[in-house]
């Protein structure tokens, strides 16, 4: 039963950090962020918030080192939102999976090419 919770607040976390950060964060160093999952510890006192940037890897750290700093602002606004009696510390990490698909897909069209013209 306690991990159908967390996994409907873990839902919860990332539907209403992706508004916050599209509609409410208005900092000049964050591109183009997608929210792209969440874990949550079971006594929901940490969330490891995974996102996909768009850009260098210039722009993927200043977009990091923005959310780092608004980190109060996200926790407050997450705790006015939603029915938690804490609200859990929230770690920031760059999921690289939509980017590897990508490499694998490219790797993949090259050998049909390949294969193609024999």
Do not use: W
Request: net charge positive.
């Amino acid at each position: 039963m306690a991990k159908v919770r967390v996994g409907r607040v873990s839902e919860q976390i990332k539907k209403e950090l992706s508004q916050i950060i599209q509609m409410e964060l208005k900092d000049p160093r964050i591109g183009f962020i997608t929210v792209t999952g969440v874990e949550t510890t079971s006594d929901l006192s940490q969330a490891r918030i995974y996102l996909s940037v768009l850009g260098s890897d210039e722009q993927k750290e200043a977009t990091l080192k923005a959310l780092a700093s608004a980190t109060g602002f996200l926790r407050s606004e997450l705790g006015k939102r939603m029915k938690l009696r804490h609200t859990p510390e929230l770690l920031f990490k760059f999921d690289s999976s939509i980017e590897y698909g990508s490499r694998i897909e490219s790797l993949l069209d090259e050998i049909n090419k390949g294969n193609s013209t024999k």
